[in-house]
């Protein structure tokens, strides 16, 4: 549900060993399953950026003549309570999940970069004030955070994946950080300093380097979080509006159909859940490859 | 001879079945689980509003006089009979003797002025939509059963009113736990007493023991049949037919349409549909903010619309029983004051393009229409989803781009009321006409009215102050058939479909009737088969 | 003994964060709170006026954090804008509530969690791990408000072995449990499996298996131990994620509780609610959080703040 990060330091990053060898052991480790969810994840993909690939029909575009039908050769997912067809909706709506799930990303990652490398870079006060504030905010536990930030923001997708964003920053800074300082240690570091490097140069140069691999796995695991968290608050009805195909929102509606039409509600909700066990089992393969020491679970 | 015979066989042969059905007739006992589709928020008449605490409310606190659904005239309930002056400003009850609220204090006319100086006493915030907010004047204490209630102005839903929202509570059982604590430790003087309220759960109520003043309409006396009733909590429309389904709740309210559809015909339930007389599922149109200032584009949205084909798709199976129907005016067909003739906008798309195209808006590249370097856009906000959808729909075929918002009602009205939508809707069941003066008279523009349209009128105004102060029946008939056909006119609203009661009980219940609102139960009546 | 007293004081400190983040709520809103506050009620100017006295929001900023602050230190939440209840009246009932349920999930997220990730890890490689695998994973993987409502379909509905919503008895919170259970099962399970891979790999693991232990004993006395330190505190971890996990759960169920109330509070601007109710949440997060530290230092003698 919730990205949490154990509290306290960071392990210390393990000695890597080669890059390829990893990679050939996770590959062996999970061959099958790593490589359906790899292959399942790249379709979705290709399914948000084109949705016509998928789409036969306008995602919007309502037909009373077939409203409620099962899924048929024409609509092989069915089509909704207005006759939209279903199948096109999922693909419009993987753009929209996945797109705004990007959104989020970013402004967690981004944020917490800055906020992590510099607090773990500078040290002293001003990580502490830092460290101290994040306490705060990590003591509001995932979607409360969002949902705080969204009752302040109002509802809607846009701000939806904002206080998302947010939410999820305090956690990806204190990761930062700790990869941060396991690094400010490394004696060429100590030597750029002492050679006249500035401390945006050092932090630049050679600290966003060596954290990159952190970063990028907390991006990918943060990313199934994200539109997890996002079909979560369109479910509560704070997320996406109509006619805007989305995946929370559609399960949302859907769940008056279930036990009448089945396919509205069932047929997106295995798609979403395909596409977050793909995010997951891809995540952790990112991970175990990069850095098998972090763990957010 | 041979006739007696004949007249036997039939007894036998039609009457038999019956008796045997008689005698299984009204059942006393049994505990009776209803559900809600929301949280009451205090159970308190003089204070809340809110529909979940009034259906809960009403079996605990009695009101002075009743509606009829019958007939619509207004029968005697705590007070026995009562009179208006011939100006409109006084009303004069006599009250029935022997009444005792629940705590053992009597019903007097002391009780009257305490309930309705507390439901307008600023301090405590009332949030009584239907009160004669602005209306009421004072209450005088004529002798310990009489009682006069002064109107600053003549208001001639007051009757309306005090069947509905004045509901009276226990002055003692106030002075006992104070105002703000009073709706979670109701007193009232009804059929049914508050036994326990676990917080979005349940509210317990049992029957009063030596109940003997239910209305005539009832047609009977005595305690209630019922030994409990349940209100169960379940916000989730799936869940709450899940729990008719699994017998865990014998009546459940607000069902959805595919769930009424497959339920309804099940040999387990039966449907309940009310009619609700009142303001249909109306949109106010702001017509102070751009696009929606323009009338042209209110008429083209009215003539736009296909309100069979929507009413038909979203709601298809509640209108078998004559539920949720095209509305075409700003009352419903089933409301005393109903006017057909303002019935002036059938669809006719072509009508509303010509109308448009003539206003100055043209068809842009993308589809939508602009004027200059405006875009028709509507910005419609509601709190469900389905009618917001397909007038979407509707309107972006002739060139209207509709922006919907789906939030809870609270945000809606709010949007609304700073002019960030254009459109929000206002569902009002009330049995007066004089609903529409909450909508779009100019007093009820701004601070926390509820004139949506933003429209000050002096014409209307006009009609709806004498509609509100006109005694004789016919006349008043015609000041809000004028009024209906001058405001569709003008498109001030948009109304939609009806909007009625449609809700699912188990065969197992008996004899469970609704208000002349069509939403509101009275369980005094109500039994269980064994 | 000075990393607990830190330790202590910085759970302190977070508190009084906390406090001071949910006393500046009501500000951050846009809009006048009292106008927000009465919703649909026609009021006066005099009245809303009334209002923002009796919520002290007439005073200046710091006099009202520090009102703020000693109240809440006093227990006093404040009353419900809604339901003129207090608000520690309603949390005498959410918070049980809640609790319950967060216990029940727990239970069955190590009683289930902790044996698939055991057998996962000792048959690696075998149907047995697939299985436990694909447990774990789907449990982390579908979102629980879609789990819930199909639950409630087949197991209420169909097959009528559960009630559909509400609470009071041990059946009605099943449902729930499982839903809200599930998460935490995988990750748990899946936490599990790979710390004990890791520990088998360890050569005292090799030592006691050449000394002829046999493999019950190797699996539940050396790896197993050793392997639940990752575990106890993923476990707590999980505790406090559950309580907002709680809050998709609730509404679906229709259960009394935090979450549910703190959804409604949002939905019905009842700010003295969020309040409250973030109050409450933060607070147990935090102490769940202390409590896993010191278990972890009490497991883990290395540990020492630093």
Same mark, same amino acid.
């Given at each position: 549900?919730?990205?949490?990060?154990?509290?306290?330091?960071?392990?210390?990053?393990?000695?890597?060993?080669?890059?390829?060898?990893?990679?050939?052991?996770?590959?062996?480790?999970?061959?099958?399953?790593?490589?359906?969810?790899?292959?399942?994840?790249?379709?979705?993909?290709?399914?948000?950026?084109?949705?016509?690939?998928?789409?036969?029909?306008?995602?919007?575009?309502?037909?009373?003549?077939?409203?409620?039908?099962?899924?048929?050769?024409?609509?092989?997912?069915?089509?909704?309570?207005?006759?939209?067809?279903?199948?096109?909706?999922?693909?419009?709506?993987?753009?929209?999940?996945?797109?705004?799930?990007?959104?989020?990303?970013?402004?967690?990652?981004?944020?917490?970069?800055?906020?992590?490398?510099?607090?773990?870079?500078?040290?002293?006060?001003?990580?502490?004030?830092?460290?101290?504030?994040?306490?705060?905010?990590?003591?509001?536990?995932?979607?409360?955070?969002?949902?705080?930030?969204?009752?302040?923001?109002?509802?809607?997708?846009?701000?939806?994946?904002?206080?998302?964003?947010?939410?999820?920053?305090?956690?990806?800074?204190?990761?930062?950080?700790?990869?941060?300082?396991?690094?400010?240690?490394?004696?060429?570091?100590?030597?750029?300093?002492?050679?006249?490097?500035?401390?945006?140069?050092?932090?630049?140069?050679?600290?966003?380097?060596?954290?990159?691999?952190?970063?990028?796995?907390?991006?990918?695991?943060?990313?199934?979080?994200?539109?997890?968290?996002?079909?979560?608050?369109?479910?509560?009805?704070?997320?996406?509006?109509?006619?805007?195909?989305?995946?929370?929102?559609?399960?949302?509606?859907?769940?008056?159909?279930?036990?009448?039409?089945?396919?509205?509600?069932?047929?997106?909700?295995?798609?979403?859940?395909?596409?977050?066990?793909?995010?997951?089992?891809?995540?952790?393969?990112?991970?175990?490859?990069?850095?098998?020491?972090?763990?957010?679970? | 001879?041979?006739?007696?015979?004949?007249?036997?066989?039939?007894?036998?042969?039609?009457?038999?079945?019956?008796?045997?059905?008689?005698?299984?007739?009204?059942?006393?006992?049994?505990?009776?689980?209803?559900?809600?589709?929301?949280?009451?928020?205090?159970?308190?008449?003089?204070?809340?509003?809110?529909?979940?605490?009034?259906?809960?409310?009403?079996?605990?606190?009695?009101?002075?006089?009743?509606?009829?659904?019958?007939?619509?005239?207004?029968?005697?309930?705590?007070?026995?009979?009562?009179?208006?002056?011939?100006?409109?400003?006084?009303?004069?009850?006599?009250?029935?003797?022997?009444?005792?609220?629940?705590?053992?204090?009597?019903?007097?006319?002391?009780?009257?002025?305490?309930?309705?100086?507390?439901?307008?006493?600023?301090?405590?915030?009332?949030?009584?939509?239907?009160?004669?907010?602005?209306?009421?004047?004072?209450?005088?204490?004529?002798?310990?059963?009489?009682?006069?209630?002064?109107?600053?102005?003549?208001?001639?839903?007051?009757?309306?009113?005090?069947?509905?929202?004045?509901?009276?509570?226990?002055?003692?059982?106030?002075?006992?736990?104070?105002?703000?604590?009073?709706?979670?430790?109701?007193?009232?003087?009804?059929?049914?007493?508050?036994?326990?309220?676990?917080?979005?759960?349940?509210?317990?109520?049992?029957?009063?023991?030596?109940?003997?003043?239910?209305?005539?309409?009832?047609?009977?006396?005595?305690?209630?049949?019922?030994?409990?009733?349940?209100?169960?909590?379940?916000?989730?429309?799936?869940?709450?037919?899940?729990?008719?389904?699994?017998?865990?709740?014998?009546?459940?309210?607000?069902?959805?349409?595919?769930?009424?559809?497959?339920?309804?015909?099940?040999?387990?339930?039966?449907?309940?549909?009310?009619?609700?007389?009142?303001?249909?599922?109306?949109?106010?149109?702001?017509?102070?903010?751009?696009?929606?200032?323009?009338?042209?584009?209110?008429?083209?949205?009215?003539?736009?619309?296909?309100?069979?084909?929507?009413?038909?798709?979203?709601?298809?199976?509640?209108?078998?029983?004559?539920?949720?129907?095209?509305?075409?005016?700003?009352?419903?067909?089933?409301?005393?004051?109903?006017?057909?003739?303002?019935?002036?906008?059938?669809?006719?798309?072509?009508?509303?393009?010509?109308?448009?195209?003539?206003?100055?808006?043209?068809?842009?590249?993308?589809?939508?229409?602009?004027?200059?370097?405006?875009?028709?856009?509507?910005?419609?906000?509601?709190?469900?989803?389905?009618?917001?959808?397909?007038?979407?729909?509707?309107?972006?075929?002739?060139?209207?781009?509709?922006?919907?918002?789906?939030?809870?009602?609270?945000?809606?009205?709010?949007?609304?009321?700073?002019?960030?939508?254009?459109?929000?809707?206002?569902?009002?069941?009330?049995?007066?006409?004089?609903?529409?003066?909450?909508?779009?008279?100019?007093?009820?523009?701004?601070?926390?009215?509820?004139?949506?349209?933003?429209?000050?009128?002096?014409?209307?105004?006009?009609?709806?102050?004498?509609?509100?102060?006109?005694?004789?029946?016919?006349?008043?008939?015609?000041?809000?058939?004028?009024?209906?056909?001058?405001?569709?006119?003008?498109?001030?609203?948009?109304?939609?479909?009806?909007?009625?009661?449609?809700?699912?009980?188990?065969?197992?219940?008996?004899?469970?009737?609704?208000?002349?609102?069509?939403?509101?139960?009275?369980?005094?009546?109500?039994?269980?088969?064994? | 003994?000075?990393?607990?007293?830190?330790?202590?004081?910085?759970?302190?400190?977070?508190?009084?964060?906390?406090?001071?983040?949910?006393?500046?709520?009501?500000?951050?809103?846009?809009?006048?709170?009292?106008?927000?506050?009465?919703?649909?009620?026609?009021?006066?100017?005099?009245?809303?006026?009334?209002?923002?006295?009796?919520?002290?929001?007439?005073?200046?900023?710091?006099?009202?954090?520090?009102?703020?602050?000693?109240?809440?230190?006093?227990?006093?939440?404040?009353?419900?804008?809604?339901?003129?209840?207090?608000?520690?009246?309603?949390?005498?009932?959410?918070?049980?509530?809640?609790?319950?349920?967060?216990?029940?999930?727990?239970?069955?997220?190590?009683? !289930?969690?902790?044996?698939?990730?055991?057998?996962?890890?000792?048959?690696?490689?075998?149907?047995?791990?697939?299985?436990?695998?694909?447990?774990?994973?789907?449990?982390?993987?579908?979102?629980?408000?879609?789990?819930?409502?199909?639950?409630? !379909?087949?197991?209420?509905?169909?097959?009528?072995?559960?009630?559909?919503?509400?609470?009071?008895?041990?059946?009605?919170?099943?449902?729930?449990?499982?839903?809200?259970?599930?998460?935490?099962?995988?990750?748990?399970?899946?936490?599990?499996?790979?710390?004990?891979?890791?520990?088998?790999?360890?050569?005292?693991?090799?030592?006691?298996?050449?000394?002829?232990?046999?493999?019950?004993?190797? !699996?539940?006395?050396?790896?197993?131990?050793?392997?639940?330190?990752?575990?106890?505190?993923?476990?707590?971890?999980?505790?406090?994620?559950?309580?907002?996990?709680?809050?998709?759960?609730?509404?679906?169920?229709?259960?009394?509780?935090?979450?549910?109330?703190?959804?409604?509070?949002?939905?019905?601007?009842?700010?003295?609610?969020?309040?409250?109710?973030?109050?409450?949440?933060?607070?147990?997060?935090?102490?769940?959080?202390?409590?896993?530290?010191?278990?972890?230092?009490?497991?883990?003698?290395?540990?020492?703040?630093?």
């Amino acid at each position: 549900m919730t990205a949490a990060v154990r509290d306290g330091s960071m392990p210390e990053t393990p000695g890597r060993a080669p890059w390829r060898t990893m990679f050939r052991h996770a590959r062996r480790r999970a061959a099958v399953p790593s490589a359906a969810a790899f292959a399942f994840l790249a379709f979705v993909a290709l399914v948000a950026l084109a949705p016509r690939v998928a789409a036969r029909y306008d995602p919007v575009e309502m037909n009373p003549a077939v409203v409620l039908t099962g899924p048929t050769a024409v609509h092989p997912f069915g089509t909704d309570e207005f006759g939209r067809d279903i199948l096109s909706r999922v693909a419009y709506g993987a753009r929209t999940s996945l797109g705004y799930a990007v959104l989020a990303t970013a402004i967690s990652v981004s944020l917490g970069t800055v906020v992590g490398v510099t607090s773990g870079f500078y040290a002293g006060t001003f990580d502490a004030v830092v460290m101290r504030a994040i306490d705060v905010l990590m003591a509001f536990p995932g979607i409360l955070l969002a949902l705080i930030v969204v009752t302040l923001l109002g509802p809607g997708l846009t701000n939806a994946m904002i206080a998302i964003g947010v939410g999820q920053t305090p956690a990806f800074s204190r990761v930062v950080r700790g990869a941060t300082l396991s690094i400010k240690g490394n004696q060429y570091i100590e030597a750029a300093h002492s050679m006249g490097a500035s401390g945006a140069r050092v932090m630049r140069r050679h600290i966003l380097p060596n954290v990159q691999h952190v970063v990028f796995v907390l991006a990918t695991l943060g990313y199934g979080t994200a539109i997890l968290i996002g079909a979560s608050l369109s479910f509560l009805g704070l997320g996406a509006q109509p006619p805007v195909p989305e995946w929370g929102s559609m399960l949302e509606t859907a769940r008056g159909y279930l036990q009448t039409n089945w396919w509205v509600g069932v047929l997106p909700g295995v798609v979403l859940g395909a596409t977050l066990l793909s995010i997951n089992i891809v995540g952790d393969q990112v991970r175990d490859m990069l850095d098998p020491s972090l763990r957010i679970d | 001879m041979w006739r007696a015979w004949i007249v036997l066989m039939l007894v036998a042969v039609l009457g038999l079945p019956q008796l045997a059905l008689s005698a299984a007739g009204p059942q006393r006992g049994g505990t009776l689980v209803y559900s809600l589709d929301g949280s009451p928020d205090r159970l308190d008449p003089n204070l809340s509003g809110l529909r979940p605490a009034q259906i809960v409310f009403f079996q605990i606190f009695d009101p002075l006089v009743v509606r009829d659904p019958k007939d619509a005239s207004i029968k005697p309930w705590l007070a026995t009979s009562w009179t208006v002056s011939a100006d409109g400003k006084v009303y004069t009850f006599h009250l029935r003797p022997g009444v005792m609220f629940q705590d053992g204090t009597p019903f007097d006319a002391a009780a009257v002025k305490f309930n309705l100086d507390r439901t307008h006493n600023p301090a405590l915030g009332t949030r009584c939509g239907g009160c004669a907010v602005g209306f009421y004047e004072s209450t005088e204490v004529v002798d310990r059963l009489t009682v006069r209630i002064h109107l600053k102005s003549p208001w001639a839903p007051f009757l309306d009113a005090a069947s509905l929202f004045y509901r009276m509570v226990s002055p003692a059982g106030v002075a006992k736990v104070g105002d703000q604590n009073f709706g979670q430790h109701p007193v009232g003087s009804g059929p049914f007493r508050f036994v326990e309220w676990v917080p979005n759960d349940r509210v317990v109520l049992e029957r009063t023991p030596g109940y003997a003043w239910a209305s005539p309409l009832f047609g009977r006396q005595g305690p209630a049949l019922l030994d409990r009733v349940v209100f169960r909590i379940i916000p989730e429309p799936s869940t709450r037919v899940g729990a008719l389904q699994a017998g865990e709740v014998q009546v459940t309210t607000a069902v959805s349409p595919q769930d009424f559809q497959r339920l309804a015909h099940d040999p387990k339930f039966r449907p309940i549909v009310g009619l609700a007389p009142g303001a249909p599922y109306s949109w106010a149109i702001n017509v102070t903010k751009a696009p929606t200032d323009d009338l042209a584009v209110r008429q083209a949205m009215e003539y736009g619309i296909n309100r069979d084909l929507i009413a038909r798709v979203a709601y298809g199976p509640f209108q078998t029983y004559g539920a949720y129907r095209p509305a075409y005016t700003l009352l419903s067909p089933v409301t005393w004051g109903y006017d057909k003739q303002s019935e002036i906008y059938r669809y006719d798309p072509a009508k509303a393009r010509a109308l448009l195209d003539a206003a100055g808006w043209k068809t842009g590249p993308d589809g939508t229409r602009r004027k200059g370097d405006q875009r028709l856009v509507v910005v419609f906000n509601a709190w469900e989803h389905g009618i917001p959808e397909l007038v979407q729909a509707e309107l972006r075929s002739i060139g209207i781009d509709v922006h919907v918002g789906i939030y809870d009602a609270l945000t809606v009205n709010e949007n609304q009321r700073k002019g960030e939508s254009n459109m929000s809707p206002l569902p009002g069941a009330r049995t007066d006409p004089d609903i529409l003066s909450a909508w779009l008279h100019s007093r009820n523009v701004g601070s926390g009215g509820f004139n949506f349209s933003f429209v000050k009128d002096p014409a209307l105004d006009k009609l709806f102050d004498a509609g509100a102060t006109e005694v004789d029946p016919a006349r008043r008939k015609q000041i809000y058939a004028q009024a209906e056909q001058y405001a569709m006119d003008k498109a001030y609203m948009l109304p939609i479909t009806t909007r009625d009661n449609v809700s699912l009980e188990s065969v197992k219940v008996e004899d469970l009737r609704f208000d002349a609102t069509g939403f509101f139960p009275w369980l005094y009546d109500t039994w269980l088969q064994p | 003994m000075t990393y607990v007293v830190h330790r202590i004081a910085h759970s302190a400190l977070v508190v009084a964060g906390v406090l001071v983040l949910v006393s500046l709520l009501i500000h951050l809103v846009p809009g006048d709170p009292a106008q927000l506050m009465v919703g649909d009620a026609p009021v006066s100017a005099a009245q809303l006026q009334q209002i923002r006295k009796s919520l002290g929001l007439d005073r200046p900023l710091p006099a009202q954090l520090a009102g703020d602050a000693v109240r809440f230190a006093r227990g006093d939440l404040g009353r419900s804008l809604r339901s003129g209840r207090p608000i520690s009246d309603t949390l005498r009932f959410a918070l049980p509530s809640t609790l319950s349920l967060a216990v029940a999930a727990m239970a069955f997220a190590v009683l !289930v969690g902790v044996p698939a990730g055991i057998l996962a890890s000792v048959y690696r490689g075998r149907w047995v791990d697939t299985a436990a695998t694909a447990f774990a994973v789907v449990g982390i993987s579908l979102p629980s408000f879609w789990t819930g409502i199909l639950f409630i !379909v087949l197991f209420a509905v169909q097959l009528g072995w559960f009630p559909t919503s509400g609470q009071g008895s041990l059946r009605a919170l099943v449902l729930p449990a499982l839903t809200l259970g599930w998460y935490p099962a995988g990750a748990l399970a899946r936490v599990l499996r790979s710390s004990m891979l890791e520990v088998m790999r360890r050569e005292y693991v090799g030592v006691a298996r050449a000394k002829g232990v046999r493999e019950r004993a190797v !699996v539940l006395h050396h790896a197993l131990r050793n392997a639940l330190l990752p575990t106890v505190t993923l476990g707590t971890i999980q505790f406090g994620a559950l309580l907002s996990g709680a809050i998709v759960t609730e509404t679906v169920f229709a259960r009394d509780g935090l979450g549910r109330l703190v959804v409604e509070g949002i939905l019905q601007k009842d700010f003295p609610v969020v309040q409250g109710v973030v109050l409450v949440i933060a607070v147990i997060y935090t102490l769940m959080n202390l409590s896993t530290d010191l278990m972890y230092a009490w497991l883990d003698p290395r540990i020492r703040y630093g």
